[in-house]
């Protein structure tokens, strides 16, 4: 049984700072693309960042302007999503997924598995 849980999430002031990490059960997760996605209240969800399975490639939505980093450890079957600078409208539920179909897609059908998600608020 695959599960992807997400967490690091929380409570942050505009400018603050959250490290977010998304941990794999059940699969061969170095083999996994990994994405980061998102869904503020009322919005459709949407692609924040993705890392390749070996960790050499990654993506970023426009939006990040150079405040998230996307890594991993495959070691620990863990992602993570480094957030610096952080804006209201980064409010959203953050949510991790994995597929082997293409890196960076933004279509959710191509993803395989997907975590429950967990909630960041910034503050103004």
């Known amino acids: 049984q695959v599960q992807l849980v997400e967490s690091g999430g929380g409570l942050v002031q505009t400018g603050g700072s959250l490290r977010l990490s998304c941990t794999a059960s059940?699969?061969?997760?170095?083999?996994?693309?990994m994405t980061w996605f998102r869904q503020a209240p009322g919005k459709e969800r949407e692609f924040v960042a993705a890392i390749s399975g070996s960790a050499n490639r990654n993506y970023y939505a426009s939006f990040v302007e150079g405040r998230f980093t996307v890594s991993r450890d495959n070691a620990k079957n863990t992602m993570y999503l480094q957030m610096n600078s952080l804006k209201p409208a980064d409010t959203a539920v953050y949510y991790c997924?994995?597929?082997?179909?293409?890196?960076?897609?933004?279509?959710?059908?191509?993803?395989?598995?997907w975590g429950q998600g967990t909630q960041v608020t910034v503050s103004s």
């Open positions: 059940g699969l061969t997760f170095g083999t996994y693309d």
């Open positions: 997924a994995a597929s082997k179909a293409r890196l960076g897609s933004r279509y959710e059908a191509t993803y395989d598995y």
